[in-house]
């Protein structure tokens, strides 16, 4: 039996549009920043230290101004009265000078005593006492002022345009199968 069979693949077509994204517009921005600088002030008083050494110094003779004029006053008025003193002790010896005594030469013997050395030697460790130390502490005060950063940037616009895709599908050529059967004309009986 003669059989004729026929066939065509079904084919399938696609169509694609790819989906789009425009963007439009500057998407670039300037940053804008305003600052404050912080600021710290400091008040600071030093410290002082204090030496009072006139305790010292007035052991040692050394003295300060007032206390110099005062002691050269005083010593200065005890001699003109020792002076006077001697001047007129001297006057009344010459006074007497008929007695037959030799004034003159007494006199002498009285004012070389008064050019003598008549000192001592002392060795002594000065000064006995020690100075007067005060300490006056300092302080440092302090003012912080914090610093600002305020963002003054504006955000710039952006238009954006969305296309979507889309994929179609067709058959772009039909399938089929054909069988036929086709006698054949020529028989043979064996």
């Given at each position: 039996m003669p059989i004729e069979i026929h066939s065509q693949s079904t084919l399938i077509g696609m169509n694609t549009v790819n989906a789009k994204l425009d963007i439009y517009g500057n998407g670039r921005q300037s940053l804008q920043l305003h600052t404050e600088q912080p600021q710290l002030n400091l008040e600071i008083d030093k410290p002082v230290i204090k030496i009072d050494q006139s305790a010292c110094f007035a052991e040692t003779g050394l003295k300060t101004v007032k206390q110099l004029i005062r002691d050269f006053a005083n010593q200065g008025y005890q001699k003109a009265m020792e002076y006077i003193s001697k001047t007129a002790s001297q006057g009344n010896m010459m006074?007497?000078?008929?007695?037959?005594?030799?004034?003159?030469?007494?006199?002498?013997?009285?004012?070389?005593?008064?050019?003598?050395?008549?000192?001592?030697?002392?060795?002594?460790?000065?000064?006995?006492?020690?100075?007067?130390?005060?300490?006056?502490?300092?302080s440092v005060k302090m003012n912080y002022i914090k610093g600002k950063v305020v963002n003054q940037t504006t955000v710039a616009s952006l238009d954006t345009r969305y296309s979507p895709g889309k994929v179609e599908i067709f058959v772009r050529q039909q399938g089929y199968i054909n069988m036929e059967y086709k006698p054949s004309s020529f028989n043979k009986y064996v």
């Open positions: 006074k007497d000078i008929h007695s037959g005594d030799d004034v003159f030469v007494t006199i002498a013997e009285q004012d070389a005593d008064d050019f003598a050395d008549k000192g001592e030697l002392k060795l002594v460790s000065l000064p006995k006492s020690r100075p007067i130390i005060t300490l006056e502490r300092g």
